[in-house]
């Protein structure tokens, strides 16, 4: 039974249609716990081969749905097939609708919150087709980009852009983003709000591990300094690259790769890139990490690598939308990233790393902070609590809130 104060504020219904793993979306999660932390019941409604984490959260108010689904997909064929594959995807998608649609109907729901724009037309759908309209919001967290000649991009992207001028708000990182969004999808600025790709409270010390748990797991020295990549291990963040500009490194660096790749044959590549530097590339085997565990691991490293391939506009527009970027400063960990304009601004406007030009540049960069590691990392503490994740996402609810008798249910074209 659900308390009266959170019948009493309300439900809150999420749509996310992607990934098999909260633990690789802390905005849907970080979302999901403010709003239950405002007495609201929440229920994430997942992709439907989502794993529904039964201990994920502590807040009782917080419901993971997910669907079974009539077949499975055989991962051989639509991994190699791409029209296959995209066909497929979209069959999943139409029962998704469905079963949400079944799973919500009997419910009354105070707000509609859509993730990407699968998330966003799902929710708008259902919006319309339930017999109390719920106003949608729109959080973006990749941006599509008109620029495309794929015919399936450019009707996914005017399906987005319809979708989005119907949602009451919408929800992006940062300035640069939501710019880049009112253009392309026509909106009006008042009805974006910011909120950086953070996390929930400020760490005010470094992590100690001090029974040096992660460098035994890794079997890295006390003496060594860890560099670490900690986040997807895709081809966007040129990993390659940063491999061979090891040589260019301190003698008592180590770099320390932790993520998941879904492509085996980049992550042959870069095994055997790291080949001729086997001392000093470590590839972590550990999995997924509860976030705990992974504050830890963050916290044992010296420095954080974030590296993003400029060619790509949702890529070079990265800014307040990287979340490993904020990961590292939660923990104290200054960071080193390509010199991307918003990063310049966010990184050495708040003296809490460098920003180089060249992945030949980091052997200098990671001199530069070890020389000074006390104020980068305390730099990176102040910077981070800037930033912090309930104080941006607290003042959505609140203007929603306040404003709810001028919602129109169901939300309204945006002339």
């Keep these: 039974m659900i308390g009266g104060e959170i019948m009493e504020k309300g439900r809150v219904g999420m749509f996310m249609f992607y990934g098999d793993n909260l633990s690789n979306f802390p905005p849907v999660a970080n979302c999901a716990r403010i709003w239950a932390r405002n007495g609201f019941f929440v229920d994430i409604i997942m992709h439907p081969s989502g794993e529904a984490f039964s201990n994920y959260f502590k807040e009782s108010n917080i419901n993971i749905v997910t669907f ?47 993730f990407d724009p ?14 109390i309209k719920t106003p949608v919001v729109y959080h973006s967290l990749e941006l599509l980009s008109l620029d495309t000649n794929s015919l399936r991009a450019k009707f996914n992207k005017y399906l987005e852009k319809r979708c989005n001028k119907r949602a009451i708000y919408t929800i992006i990182q940062d300035e640069n983003r939501a710019e880049l969004l009112m253009k392309e999808n026509e909106i009006r600025r008042e009805k974006i709000l910011i909120v950086p790709n953070t996390n929930i409270g400020t760490l005010t010390n470094k992590i100690k591990d001090n029974d040096n748990h992660w460098r035994r797991r890794f079997g890295i020295e006390e003496s060594k300094k860890i560099i670490l990549y900690a986040g997807c291990l895709s081809q966007w963040a040129e990993l390659e690259k940063l491999i061979k500009s090891i040589e260019f490194w301190p003698d008592d660096a180590v770099f320390l790769l932790h993520g998941w790749c879904s492509d085996d044959d980049y992550f042959e590549l870069l095994r055997r890139t790291a080949e001729p530097y086997k001392d000093k590339v470590i590839f972590s085997s550990v ?51 390509n010199d991307l304009p918003d990063f310049k601004k966010l990184i050495e406007g708040n003296n809490c790393g460098i920003c180089v030009s060249s992945e030949r540049e980091i052997g200098e960069a990671i001199r530069k902070i070890l020389a000074d590691h006390e104020i980068y990392s305390q730099n990176a503490f102040k910077c981070f609590e800037k930033y912090e994740f309930s104080k941006s996402y607290q003042a959505v609810i609140d203007k929603l809130e306040t404003e709810k008798s001028k919602i129109v249910k169901g939300g309204t074209e945006d002339k």
Excluded at 76 to 100: Q, V
């Design 68 to 114: 079974s689904f009539p077949f499975k997909e055989t991962a051989f064929l639509t991994h190699r097939n791409k029209y296959l594959s995209w066909a497929m995807r979209k069959i999943r998608y139409f029962f998704y609708i469905k079963n949400s649609l079944s799973y919500c109907k009997d419910k009354q729901y105070k707000y509609f919150i859509g």
């Design 118 to 131: 699968e998330g966003l037309i799902a929710a708008t759908i259902l919006s319309k087709l339930l017999k």
């Design 287 to 337: 999995g997924i990490l509860p976030e705990d565990e992974y504050d830890h691991l963050v916290s044992s490293a010296s420095i954080g690598v974030a590296w993003y391939k400029k060619s790509i506009l949702n890529i070079f527009h990265i800014g307040a939308s990287s979340g490993k970027v904020f990961q590292y400063l939660r923990c104290g960990v200054p960071v080193i990233t």
